[in-house]
């Protein structure tokens, strides 16, 4: 009797857990909807949010945190002038139109978990996709935080004379994981005793947004290459690789803040990457051009000056 009793009793309580975890779940996932589109709503109108003591390890806390700098960031910046606060209307529409969409996914599954009879299997699935959707939405704030310091001026980029190599090592030892998933190699080509003005960690950062972008527009068993070359006034970068290409037409617009290639939707990522790293380049006097063909793969180039 005993025997039969335990696994039932188990049993029993797995479930109340799962039932207690999605209830909770559910109830969590609603205020934060409702919370992020007020707040969405209040900047969209110019108003502050505060910093309402909410505990980071609650969902709407994790976010609520990072809107608030954005927020106050874009105020500071507000005020400056007239071209700046067109600017910051346009961040912020771009932030609220960015946001509808994971936002209308989570509320699409929370509606779908509160559907009577779900099995366990379905509930498990749901609550998978609605943490991918918070976790593009955190991504995507990151981003936005990101964007505003660069813009507001609050991230200062110190460039120096460095050498190349160490900062291309940790650009791509960062890439390494996503590109060993899909069987992509990346190879550099570069001479240790290299050096121009840069500032390693922004640097670092804006040639691993380059190579991230090219480990997810190739193919599995392709090839990424980085090759470097010394020339009059500055240092030439070239990031390629043998991928789907960038129609001619379209290779203008790949700097652009949330611009995606229409044929890549189902890749992973918000489009900010190629803006940051141009950003980046730009604020140390360099500058980036992109090559491609369709089907052929894509070169981006950066130049960093090489300094007295």
Sequence with gaps: ??????????????????????????????????????????????????ECGIPEDTLWGKV??????????????????????????ELISDLSHQTRTPIANMKLYLELLQAEGLDSEKAGEFLTKMEGQTEKLDFLLRGMVKMSRLEAGII???????????????????AVPAAEKKGIRICVDCEESIEADHDRKWTGEAIYNILDNAVKYTGPG?????????????????????????????????????YREPEVHDEE????????????????????????????GAEFCVYLPNGN
């Excluded at 200062?156 to 960062?174: C, D, H, M, P």
């Design 64 to 89: 609520h945190g990072k809107l608030v700098r954005v927020n106050h960031m874009w105020l500071q910046k507000n005020e400056q002038n007239n071209s700046e606060k067109r600017q910051m209307k």
């Design 1 to 50: 009797m005993a025997e039969m009793i335990i696994p039932a009793l188990c049993f029993a309580i797995a479930a109340a857990c799962m039932w207690y975890r999605m209830r909770m779940l559910k109830r969590d996932i609603y205020i934060f909807t409702e919370k992020l589109e007020e707040s969405l709503d209040a900047m969209a109108d110019g108003e502050e949010l505060e």
């Design 222 to 258: 392709g090839t990424v290459y980085i090759r470097v070359a010394v020339q009059e006034f500055f240092t030439k970068i070239s990031i390629g690789d043998n991928g789907k290409g960038i129609a001619r037409e379209r290779q203008s617009l790949v700097f652009q803040r949330f």
């Design 269 to 296: 990522g918000i489009g900010v990457g190629l803006y940051l790293a141009r950003e980046i380049i730009t604020r140390q006097k360099g500058y980036i051009e992109v090559r491609s063909e369709e089907g052929k």
């Design 156 to 174: 200062e980029i110190r460039s120096r004379k460095n050498f190349i190599y160490g900062t291309l090592v940790q650009a791509a030892g960062a």
